[in-house]
């Protein structure tokens, strides 16, 4: 196995073997984001990725679950995906799950069709970020698309049998935002009604036109209780049944988790009482901040 640069994956991935399929973001310009500027996008020839997943067969007895990176894998024609997945069921017949990143604008390049073979052979579900589900919000942070393309993309892939985890960002547009950001991500959210909702809370990464906006007083960050204060406006307007919530990512200061609308009550009095105790705090954001 082989990789250029730094490695991402969601929390869920953890002990799954990660398969890079892609170097970098093909759109690497949101200005929030550091993940993969220190990468030149390409899609790796499909020689390497076979190679590696013969490399990883022979490393492992087990592979249970396998993330194609890097940012937007399936910006790969449908053709070379194919064969991917196909070689991965043949090596790894014990793999429960092939999982993915994905940018809206990927699935919105692929047909119905498309998706529907890719789900066939083993696609079982992509990550997506929806980050806000303001189109003011979205524009500002540069994110190359819009809410309704980014809904569509999703009913798309819904539609294909594909399995959905999107992502929100708590504190993106600072103090300016806070109840337009949690309200109108909470009405996209509702539209999609994903398997899965992460939230997550912004860091400001070193390198990022936010973190330079903030340093020169263009951006004013979110206290820990204002981003809990915000976490609990987008629960409160969350309406996606059936939709498995979680905050389990480390820059979050409040850990949900819990299934809409069952349990919506229990996790808006856990944010209540987060905010009453008056102790939030994360040892983990300073760390990130300077990752």
Request: proline fraction near 2%; hydrophobic fraction near 40%; charged fraction near 25%.
């Amino acid at each position: 196995m082989r990789y250029e640069g730094q490695i991402y994956r969601p929390p869920s991935e953890a002990y799954s073997y990660i398969l890079q399929v892609t170097v970098g973001c093909s759109h690497n310009a949101c200005t929030f984001c550091n993940m993969y500027l220190d990468k030149q996008f390409r899609i790796r020839t499909l020689k390497e990725v076979l190679e590696d997943l013969a490399m990883a067969r022979r490393a492992y007895r087990y592979v249970q679950r396998i993330f194609l990176a890097d940012g937007d894998a399936l910006i790969v024609k449908t053709e070379t995906l194919l064969t991917i997945l196909e070689t991965i069921r043949r090596l790894f017949p014990e793999c429960e799950r092939v999982t993915s990143y994905a940018s809206a604008r990927d699935l919105l390049l692929k047909t119905p069709e498309e998706l529907r073979t890719l789900q066939q052979a083993g696609l079982d579900m992509i990550y997506l970020g929806l980050e806000s589900g303001s189109e003011r919000i979205l524009k500002k942070i540069n994110k190359g698309v819009t809410v309704e393309e980014t809904v569509e993309a999703c009913l798309k892939a819904k539609a294909a049998g594909i399995r959905l985890s999107v992502t929100q960002i708590t504190g993106l547009d600072g103090q300016e935002g806070m109840e337009e950001n949690a309200v109108e991500s909470a009405h996209a959210l509702s539209r999609i009604n994903p398997e899965y909702i992460g939230l997550m809370t912004l860091t400001l990464r070193r390198g990022t036109k936010m973190t330079a906006d903030m340093e020169k007083g263009l951006f004013k960050r979110l206290t820990p209780k204002q981003i809990v204060e915000e976490m609990r406006m987008l629960v409160a307007a969350l309406d996606s049944e059936g939709s498995v919530l979680r905050s389990n990512h480390i820059s979050n200061y409040v850990q949900l988790k819990g299934t809409m609308n069952r349990d919506k009550d229990a996790m808006l009095a856990q944010l209540d009482r987060a905010l009453a105790s008056g102790r939030l705090e994360n040892e983990y954001i300073e760390y990130l901040e300077n990752i």
